[in-house]
Nanobody
Framework: EVQLAESGGGSVQAGGSLRLSCAAS???????MGWFRRAPGKEREGVAA????????YYADSVEGRFTISQDAAKSTVYLQMTSLKPEDTAMYYC?????????????????????WGQGTQVTVSS
């Protein structure tokens, strides 16, 4: 079983930036890593994903152009640089992995509750 350790959450004002990190250990057999989020009263949303094989990325429309996902494959670590944060970005962010090679498909699976994920890190954006 893969273990995922997230870090980097916190509280910022609207327009600010945060960088999330996630390190994978244990049974690291997966093809995609990324993030989904869950806010109170809202459905899960697959935010961003990256295919570790060639770096192909996927972003939800809600974060396209503001968030950037990247990886350090040698360290089995993925990062999510979040800029121009909005109050609606407030949520618990979970690092996740999936065996699928298509990052969009992986993000969709995370939104439906499939795959593996960590404990989560809270991001709070105030207006």
């Amino acid at each position: 079983e893969v273990q995922l350790a997230e870090s980097g959450g916190g509280s910022v004002q609207a327009g600010g930036s945060l960088r999330l990190s996630c390190a994978a250990s244990g049974y690291t057999v997966f093809n995609c890593m990324g993030w989904f989020r869950r806010a109170p009263g809202k459905e899960r949303e697959g935010v961003a994903a990256i295919y570790t094989g060639d770096g192909t990325t996927y972003y939800a429309d809600s974060v396209e152009g503001r968030f950037t996902i990247s990886q350090d494959a040698a360290k089995s670590t993925v990062y999510l640089q979040m800029t121009s944060l909005k109050p609606e970005d407030t949520a618990m962010y979970y690092c996740a992995t999936d065996i699928r090679r298509d990052p969009a498909a992986a993000a969709a699976r995370w939104a439906r509750g499939f795959g593996s994920w960590g404990q989560g890190t809270q991001v709070t954006v105030s207006s």
